[in-house]
Structure formats: structure tokens, C-alpha cells
């Protein structure tokens, strides 16, 4: 190598040969590249002086990235601790303990029944009862509320059926009136009556003259009989939230039971709070589920109540109403066994008439006021098959003397001849002849009306 000095240190390299280190002259050309390998050389020595500073900076970041990718998975770790911790150690020990079979009769029998309800004992009381059935893919479902206190009460119904649409009923009773609303998806009816009071209660009227299932408000009680005429019944407690895994911690009693009305077993649940309060039920088989919920909460005449129309008839009908001889007597029956004033009221003869569509018109024939047939009954005459008047005699009988017409009144006619066949008895004010309307869900029994209505369901798909 040119330059390069022999190990004596006398001599060097001139690139042909050793000559004297003393007499050596490098050219220009060799010391410009000789500066030149210098320089090129210096830049490589700076340039990896630079490179390491990047390197270092990597070191930290990584060293940091490390740090909190470990504080993430210690956060991870310490909440699912946490969270098992809770959900089986912490949780699992505010839930009230299971009850024995002693224990649920004792907490059972601390809950108002019916009669309670009805006495006002229970002061305001609610029910909530929602079932569905599902059979071949298809979904009936059904509500129920019902309310009660001493001063009134409610009963709602609905009933949806899919692409069959929905029937809903509400009836609101207290002592001044009777309402009713009807909504069958296509139209809403709003009606109310005004009525002087009732003979009972409004909670007695909606808990025994309702469509509504009231016995399964009241299931927990049949439990308990049940299980003391049969104390080999199927009965086990344990924990469980209520209604779903997000509801309230609760006890669950359960047990396999048959209800009235309904064939076959069915499996039951019902649910306590940490203060033995009801918080609801449970019902179930194969293909149907009830969820039966309960509350204590104030409630108040439904604002729909407003708006309802006051041109319907007082609701009573007469029994046997139909006259067929000389001498006729009938029954007044108020529904809900509601009381009515007798001013304005008419004892009316009236006869039938239909429109092309079937429907029924109430003509009425013959009318003397209340008051005239309550003082030993009221003269009329009808025309005989001989066109020649025949004296008859109406009269009311106000069995309880309250000078209301109400439940087992009575009201008669008396014929010198046979000239009233085939026309009706009857009670009347300005809104027309009385009759009881038909307030509620059109069914006898809500899981048989349910199979009804989706056999019939089945049956038109198969049709099609």
C-alpha cells in the first residue's frame, strides 16, 4: 500500500518500491486520494456516530410500550378477579337464603288474599299477569293488570295474535260510573255510565266479574293448600334474580302443580325479596310461560275516562225478558251490580227489528214512567188480533226499598188477554232500553282460547 511504512520504520512504499523514509516525495495524486480515503472515512466514523443515537430512543419507547402493556393485563387480571369475586363470593351473599317448606307457609300466609283485596284490607293493590304460548312457530300473547283499592278499580286486557292483530278491553269502576274502552285494531270505543253506587265493592266487581285470570294473582296461596293435602308435593328453594338475570336478588320456591282449569302439570316459581315481600311467579311448560308480577304503588282513574261518551243505556238486563203469556215476570240483573237513579227511567214493552247487516234495533211500543208502575202499576193498552184495546198493567217492584233500581228488582205485566206475545220487557232512560255490555276479552279460559285460536290459525294456513 502506498505510504505504508516497513516494520524497521526506515523505509516506505512508493507503490514500486522501498525507498529511504527520508528521501520519500508522495505525488499529488497519491495525497489527494490518501486525503480523499481520509475524508471518506471520517464520514463513515461520523455517520455511525449518528446511527446510534435513533437506536437508543428505540430502547426507551420499547421499554415504556412494555410497561403499559403490563399495567393493562395487571388492570385485566385485577377486574377479573374482581368480578369473580363479586359475582360468586360477594353477590352470592346478599341474596336472601332459601326458604324452607315451613318457612314459605309462614311468609305465604303474611300476604293478603282475595278477600283481603276485596275488603280494602290491602289497601292499593296490583296484579300483572303476561303469558305467551308458541305452537308451530306462531306466538299468542296476552296482558292482564289489574287493579284494585277501596274506592276503585281496574281491569285491562290485551290479547295479539300476530297478523291477526289484537283485542284490547279496559274498564275503570268506582262509585259514580262505569267506563269502558274497547279497541279491536280497526276502532276504539269510549262509553261510560253514570250509576248512583254499588251494592258491593268496584274491587269485588273487577276480582270476581272480569274474564281476567285473577286465581293465578293469587296462585301462591293455592300452593300452600296444595301442598298440605299432598305433603309429598315437589318443593325446592334456592337462589335466583327476578324476573331475568338482571332483575332483584331473590329466594325461589318451586314446585309442579296442576291449576284449575288448565289440564295438565305445570311447573311454578315464586319469588320473595330479602323482606319476605312477593315479588312475583312463574309459570310454565312445554310451549307456555306466564310471569306473574305484583305492586303495592298508588294508581288513579285512566285519563282515557275524559274523553268517554255518555250516550250508552244504564248496563241491566232483565232476565227472561221475553214475554209469552198473560201475566210475565222479570228479574232485574245491574251488571257489576251497579245502582241507578229512577229519574227519567220508563217501564217499556218494546219488539225487535233487524237491518240487512243483522243488526238488532230496539223499537219500543209501550212506556209509563217508574214512578207511576212503582204506585201500583201503570195502565196500557194493546190491540188485540181483533184490532180492540186490551188493558194491561206494568209495575216495578223495588224489592230492597232503596228507591234505586238495582240487582233482584222485579218488573212485571199483566194482561186481561194474551196480546203482548213475542215483545220484551223492559227498562229504559234517555239513552235507550238497558243491556249489559260485553266489556271483556272474548274468551272462557285464556290458555284454551289460545290452543283455539292457533288450531284455527293452522287450520286457514293449510287452506291457503
Same mark, same amino acid.
Given at each position: 500500500?502506498? @505510504? ?21 516525495? $508522495? ?68 341474596? $336472601? ?13 303474611? &300476604? ?13 293493590? +296490583? ?24 274506592? @276503585? ?59 281476567? $285470570? ?6 301462591? &296461596? ?41 289440564? @295438565? ?31 303495592? @304503588?298508588?294508581?288513579?282513574? $285512566? ?74 202499576? +201503570? ?86
Amino acid at each position: 500500500m502506498v @505510504g505504508e511504512v516497513s516494520p524497521d520504520g526506515n523505509f516506505i512504499w512508493n507503490g514500486e518500491g522501498w525507498v529511504p523514509r527520508d528521501e520519500y516525495n $508522495p505525488s499529488p495524486e497519491v495525497t489527494e486520494a490518501t486525503t480523499t480515503n481520509v475524508f471518506h472515512l471520517g464520514e463513515q466514523e461520523l455517520a455511525g456516530n449518528v446511527g446510534w443515537e435513533p437506536v437508543a430512543e428505540k430502547s426507551s419507547e420499547g421499554g415504556k410500550g412494555k410497561l403499559i402493556a403490563m399495567s393493562i393485563v395487571g388492570m385485566l387480571v385485577l377486574s377479573a378477579l374482581g368480578w369473580v369475586l363479586y359475582a360468586f363470593v360477594i353477590d352470592a351473599m346478599l341474596f $336472601p337464603d332459601p326458604y324452607s317448606k315451613t318457612k314459605f307457609v309462614s311468609v305465604v300466609d303474611d &300476604h293478603p288474599t282475595v278477600e283481603d283485596v276485596i275488603s280494602g284490607d290491602a289497601g292499593e293493590w +296490583a296484579c300483572f299477569v303476561e303469558m305467551e304460548i308458541e305452537e308451530d312457530d306462531m306466538t299468542m300473547r296476552t296482558k292482564f293488570d289489574i287493579y284494585a283499592s277501596d274506592n @276503585g278499580a281496574r281491569s285491562y286486557s290485551k290479547i295479539s295474535f300476530g297478523f291477526f292483530g289484537s283485542y284490547e278491553s279496559d274498564v275503570w269502576i268506582d262509585e259514580n260510573q262505569i267506563a269502558w274502552q274497547m279497541d279491536d285494531s280497526e276502532t276504539v270505543a269510549k262509553h261510560k255510565v253514570a250509576i248512583s253506587g254499588l251494592d258491593t265493592s268496584p274491587a269485588e266487581e273487577i276480582l270476581h266479574n272480569s274474564s281476567a $285470570p285473577v286465581e293465578l294473582c293469587f296462585l301462591h &296461596h293455592d300452593i300452600v293448600a296444595s301442598m298440605d293435602e299432598n305433603p309429598s308435593q315437589k318443593f325446592s328453594s334456592d337462589k335466583e334474580r327476578f324476573p331475568d338475570e338482571e332483575g332483584v336478588r331473590a329466594v325461589k320456591v318451586e314446585t309442579v302443580m296442576e291449576i284449575d282449569g288448565e289440564d @295438565g302439570e305445570m311447573k311454578i316459581a315464586v319469588y320473595f325479596d330479602d323482606d319476605e315481600n312477593i315479588l312475583g311467579t312463574k309459570i310454565s311448560n312445554s310451549s307456555y310461560d306466564c310471569l306473574i308480577t305484583f305492586s303495592d @304503588g298508588s294508581f288513579s282513574k $285512566p285519563s282515557w275516562t275524559n274523553s268517554a261518551v255518555s250516550d250508552a243505556p244504564m248496563l241491566v238486563d232483565l232476565d227472561y225478558a221475553d214475554i209469552w203469556s198473560t201475566t210475565h215476570d222479570s228479574m232485574v240483573h245491574s251488571q257489576y251490580n251497579a245502582t241507578y237513579s229512577m229519574d227519567g227511567v220508563k217501564v217499556v214493552i218494546y219488539d225487535t227489528e233487524y237491518d240487512d247487516d243483522g243488526n238488532e234495533t230496539k223499537v219500543i211500543e209501550h212506556e209509563v214512567s217508574i214512578q207511576d208502575a212503582l204506585n201500583g202499576g +201503570a195502565l196500557i193498552q194493546a190491540m188485540n188480533w181483533n184490532n180492540e184495546p186490551v188493558n194491561c198493567t206494568l209495575n216495578y217492584t223495588d224489592i230492597d226499598s232503596d228507591g234505586l233500581i238495582s240487582t233482584n228488582d222485579i218488573v212485571s205485566v199483566d194482561c186481561e188477554e194474551d196480546v203482548l206475545d213475542g215483545m220484551y220487557l223492559g227498562i229504559a232512560d234517555e239513552n235507550g232500553v238497558a243491556e249489559q255490555v260485553s266489556m271483556d276479552v272474548p274468551w272462557l279460559s285464556p290458555i284454551f282460547t289460545i290452543f283455539a285460536l292457533l288450531g284455527a290459525a293452522m287450520l286457514v294456513s293449510r287452506r291457503d
